[in-house]
């Protein structure tokens, strides 16, 4: 028995988000509205089946955007004279990614899918859907000229032109599933009775058949049905008062007024409350979720002369800023297994943290504090700098993130664990969780593998370049038949035989005007040990030749070591291309094992990294080469 209740209230509570998400793919209102009601008819008519379904939205969504990607032919918001210059913006930007990458950003931010439901929805596995996301995320924060943090913004306000869309009743929508059951209906016996006449016989399912449902009709994209779940674990188990207080954050900034600013099970808005966070929850099926919010304020007097002469006199006036920002999130999970997903799940946000310009600096292992636990420290160099200080753990079924955003002094390395630890030890005694936290001790440990090719840096990896526009924006990897991170010194090839798993990637600030000089490039191949240190030496020999032999190149090393399993060289080097002209350049060689890459920067005018910061990236590269070397 059909209810039309439940479908009216689904119909209304349901359409303009899914009106919403296909304007957002489209920018086609008309035909966004279209979709999303034929959408609704079809679900009338097999409401029967879609209202048993745990995953309604997957069903309606998939005939919606469907719908609306056939019935949209043309970039309709370009002849909307009344349409907001910021939502025109937005559209264009859409508009220039694949239909995929589109999708996926869209339904990011404006579906509540977690990244596995995403994966499933356009048809990827997970890590493929997770780096189409990455690559969307930088590529639409490019185009349209705006930080990644401000996507949610962005997409939430297409919204706007939606306002005055006109919806038909709910009745209207059951009467037009009605006719089209009974068309088919029709349809369907006259389809029968041809068959029956032109063969003379019906041939129907016997007992032994197996039966067919909406929820198993494989040529229908989108339906997921799941299992059951139990709800016995369900109740919410962590309280307020268990997460950290305004006077525990005074750790993370002397001076500073700590205030809190909000307590929520975050299911509001888009659920993303912190730096890289790329998810509402770590754990999408677990049973509760609570997030505390605070802000670190600064108050200074500002001293101001006023007046000339006789009359001048200074006036003062305090001025209160936020220095520094924290977020304390604790997810319970069903299982212990599913806590450990979720904790790997956290870890990825920030060790492959796809916000703009914003660079892993260091990872820690850290033990003592729960069950396990790690430490990152990135540096966000926007506009406003700022460093970010993250811890995350696991105890039991409960995991829980403390992310500390910084201006100015950066959190110490103690006071992140102290606060982890601080903030484990506050929801120990909770349902599920586990160990307690001790004398926290870290360990500084290789990055996370984040889904790049084995030994290749990614975004995340690269520090500062001074006087750019935009962010990072890396090539896709490529067989490595030229190798442009050489130089004319050393001619590198990593062609030829007993070389395997050559590849290079270049990375690039598409944003910046006149840059055609500007780039980093890394190259790596894999190769047995022995010949992988005389590649080394014969790079060495040849830069050291050059310096010699070239009397418009000159050579600085700016780092070097050497054993038997390991070697990192690191040079400026500079090109005089006549009088008036020179062309610097900084290159590393680098061996793990087997495993070798060079890299190399060229700056642009005034557009470079400091000597410092390359020569950090080149004992990142070291570290990216471990997997690489293992996989020969």
């Known amino acids: 028995m059909r ?77 909307d004279k009344s349409l907001d210059p910021e939502v025109r913006s937005t559209l264009d930007a859409l508009s220039k990614l694949t239909a995929r990458q589109r999708e996926l950003l869209v339904l990011n931010v404006l579906s509540a899918l977690s990244l596995s439901e995403l994966a499933r929805t356009v048809g990827l596995p997970r890590a493929d859907a997770e780096r189409e996301l990455q690559t969307a995320t930088a590529q639409f924060a490019l185009h349209r000229d705006a930080p990644s943090t401000e996507i949610p913004r962005l997409l939430h306000a297409l919204s706007g032109p939606l306002e005055d869309i006109r919806w038909p009743r709910a009745t209207v929508i059951r009467r037009s599933g009605a006719a089209r059951r009974r068309t088919h209906t029709v349809i369907g016996a006259a389809v029968a009775t041809a068959a029956l006449v032109a063969s003379g016989s019906l041939v129907a399912a016997g007992s032994g058949a197996e039966p067919t449902s909406l929820g198993e009709d494989k040529s229908t994209p989108g339906v997921t049905v799941h299992p059951p779940v139990s709800d016995a674990d369900g109740a919410d188990n962590v309280a307020a008062d268990a997460l950290l207080s305004p006077a525990q954050l005074s750790r993370f ?48 007097v500002v001293k101001k002369k006023v007046g000339t002469g006789k009359r001048a006199r200074t006036r003062k006036r305090e001025v209160t800023s936020v220095r520094s920002t924290a977020v304390e999130v604790v997810e319970t999970s069903r299982t212990a297994e599913d806590a450990e997903q979720a904790f790997e799940t956290a870890s990825l946000w920030f060790a492959g943290c796809i916000d703009p310009r914003t660079q892993l600096v260091t990872t820690r292992t850290v033990t003592r504090v729960g069950d396990e636990a790690r430490a990152f420290r990135l540096r966000s160099w926007g506009k406003k700098s700022a460093d970010i200080s993250v811890g995350v753990a696991r105890t039991g079924r409960l995991v829980v993130a403390l992310v ?69 924006v890396g090539t896709d990897a490529e067989k490595a038949r030229t190798n442009y991170a050489a130089t ?23 944003e910046t005007p006149n840059a055609s000089q500007l780039g980093l490039t890394q190259t790596v191949g894999a190769m047995k040990p022995a010949r992988a240190r005389t590649f080394v030496d014969t790079v060495r020999d040849r830069i050291r030749e050059c310096a010699r032999a070239n009397l418009g190149t000159s050579v600085t090393q700016l780092a070097s070591s050497s054993s038997k399993s390991s070697d990192l060289s690191v040079w400026a080097l500079t090109f005089e291309i006549n009088d008036r002209q020179s062309f610097p350049f900084l290159m590393a060689i680098v061996r793990d094992g087997g495993a070798v890459s060079q890299l190399g920067f060229a700056p642009d005018r005034n557009m470079t990294m400091s000597r410092a910061d390359f020569v950090t990236l080149a004992r990142r590269v070291m570290q990216r080469l471990g997997p690489l070397d293992s996989a020969r």
Do not use: M
Request: charged share 25%; with cysteine; aromatic share 8%.
């Open 3 to 79: 209810s039309p209740e439940t479908f009216d209230a689904y119909y209304v509570e349901t359409r303009t988000r899914l009106l919403h998400e296909a304007y957002a793919l489209t920018g086609d209102a008309p035909a966004a509205r279209t979709a999303v009601r034929d959408a609704f008819v079809v679900t009338w008519h097999h409401w029967r089946k879609v209202e048993h379904l745990d995953d309604r939205d997957g069903y309606v969504r998939a005939l919606a955007l469907g719908r609306a990607r056939r019935r949209h032919n043309a970039r309709l918001w370009h002849r």
């Open 253 to 300: 900034g002397a001076g500073l007024d700590w205030t809190e600013t909000a307590t929520t099970d975050d299911v509001d808005g888009d659920g993303l409350v912190a730096p890289c966070q790329r998810e509402r929850f770590a754990d999408p099926d677990g049973v509760s979720a609570l997030t505390r919010t605070w802000k670190g304020t600064e108050t200074r």
């Open 404 to 472: 500390v955003r910084s201006q100015g002094k950066p959190v110490g390395d103690k006071a992140v664990l102290t606060g982890l630890s601080a903030a484990v030890n506050g929801v120990c005694g909770a349902e599920g969780a586990g160990t307690c936290a001790g004398r926290a001790r870290a360990r500084t440990s290789a990055p996370l593998p984040i889904g790049t090719p084995p030994g290749l840096l990614s975004v995340v990896d690269l520090p500062p370049v001074s006087a750019v526009r935009g962010p990072w």
């Open 488 to 510: 004319r010194c050393d001619r590198t090839s990593f062609t030829g035989k007993g070389i395997s798993k050559a590849l290079t990637r270049t990375f690039l600030f598409p």
